[in-house]
């Protein structure tokens, strides 16, 4: 017989599943593993605590800083909060932009999901793929915010400024011919809206390549299959949101059982799984992407035929027009006050979440009346999720500790928040 011996294993935290933020310490039982204890901490933001040294307007930015890979979700739940402490309305065209770039936030974050989980098991095409995809929504982020990552697009009232009428065009070659430069130019001649059309009648084709690559691999399927399993009623009790939810077929999603924006108007569904493993999770996560370019394309209706205004008309809230500024003292005030004061919230408190990529993202925010917040909490959901690792990870070997993190979908700026 040969001698099993055991072992503890100290699982990064320079590991690719979690780049340089995650020390996960492993006891082994010869390769299967007894106990995963991962410890957090190496990515400490403090963004709670900062915020409460800044104006509600300045801590926004912070949202982007949390989740990094799905931005303006953050930055909804935080304006929601906002919002319901001042009791004030959002113009309908800036909900609808709200949904429709909540939605193209999704796709970008399960792109990058989906890349990384491939890679984590050894497939390198679908990064490819999906980065390939994703540079095609950050240029819409850019177009919008001026930025590709951090956009605070998002603000309380409203969005920054309404969708621009042209779309920014490759000009630099790179040793390129102006043949190559005028094709990579060919659906970018029309506004911000009609790329994102575009992208929403090529998306689905490129949804099929990534299946084609991997829903029906055996390489994949013997990773994932299986794997990490969590019961609906478990999944409950741990406190799992968002796919992680659906996929252990409990089909719960704030969009459909508490609607927020406009999302009560959209026709969409919700995939459910039915094993509740890595396979069934990444099932619901490609078809996720699917109903998201379906919402898009109502919202692009929608935005086509209803012009407005995207942010209120209260200038105590949200800044007037530069032309105003420029042209009324009174608007010149509300100016200056709103970005050397900032907002004063009644005092309350709220909670606000929202369906968020990876589950329910929550701000709780307490107001005592002044410029700045009181205290803020979120509620990430992927520090539930981790949580659960431990629980998700015994029995299982090691290499399939790799496959749990990723499909876990997890980021630590909102862990380490």
């Known amino acids: 017989m040969a001698e099993i011996r055991n072992y503890t294993m100290n699982f990064g935290p320079q590991h690719p599943a979690a780049h340089g933020v995650l020390r996960l310490v492993l006891e082994l039982d010869g390769e299967v593993i007894v106990r995963a204890d991962p410890h957090i901490g190496l990515l400490h933001r403090a963004t709670e605590k900062l915020a409460e040294s800044k104006t509600w307007i300045q801590a926004l930015p912070y949202m982007d800083r949390l989740d990094y890979v799905s931005i303006m979700p953050n930055e909804h739940a935080y304006c929601l909060a906002v919002e319901r402490l001042l009791g004030i309305d959002v113009p309908i065209r800036a909900q609808y932009i709200r949904v429709m770039f909540d939605e193209l936030s999704r796709i970008l974050n399960h792109l990058l999901w989906l890349g ?30 001026g930025a590709r990552l951090h956009a605070a697009y998002y603000r309380p009232g409203g969005v920054y400024r309404d969708l621009p009428e042209k779309m920014p065009q490759y000009t630099v070659t790179h040793g390129r011919s102006a043949k190559r430069i005028e094709e990579m130019n060919q659906n970018r001649q029309g506004s911000v809206l009609d790329f994102i059309e575009d992208f929403t009648r090529r998306f689905p084709g490129y949804v099929d390549d990534y299946e084609t ?42 969009r459909k059982k508490q609607p927020y924006a406009v999302y009560d108007r959209m026709d969409f569904d919700i995939p459910v799984g039915l094993n509740g493993d890595c396979y069934d999770r990444y099932l619901v996560r490609i078809e996720e ?78 107001s005592d009346g002044a410029n700045k917040p009181y205290r803020l909490k979120f509620r990430p959901p992927d520090f539930a999720h981790l949580a659960a690792l431990d629980e998700m990870s015994r029995g299982h070997m090691i290499a399939d500790v790799v496959a749990i993190i990723a499909t876990q979908d997890i980021v630590f700026g909102s862990i380490d928040r």
């Not at 950050?138 to 919008?144: F, G, L, Q, S, T």
């Not at 690559?213 to 478990?234: A, F």
């Open 213 to 254: 690559l991997l829903t029906d691999n055996r390489i994949w399927k013997q990773r994932t299959v299986g794997i990490g399993t969590v019961s609906g009623e478990r999944a409950i009790a741990l406190g799992f949101t968002g796919a992680m939810l659906r996929g252990s077929g409990v089909p719960w999603d704030l």
């Open 289 to 366: 992407m699917r109903q998201s370019n379906q919402i898009i394309k109502q919202c692009i209706e929608w935005l086509r035929a209803s012009p407005g205004p995207v942010i209120t008309a209260n200038h105590k809230v949200a800044p007037p027009t530069r032309e105003e500024m420029k042209e009324n003292m009174e608007e010149l005030i509300h100016h200056f006050k709103l970005f050397s004061e900032g907002i004063h919230v009644p005092a309350g408190e709220v909670y606000a979440a929202v369906e968020a990529p990876k589950g329910e993202f929550g701000v709780y925010a307490i």
């Open 116 to 145: 990384a989980h491939a890679l984590d098991v050894g497939a390198m095409t679908p990064f490819l793929y999906c980065f390939r995809e994703r540079e095609d929504l950050m240029d819409v982020y850019e177009a919008v915010s």
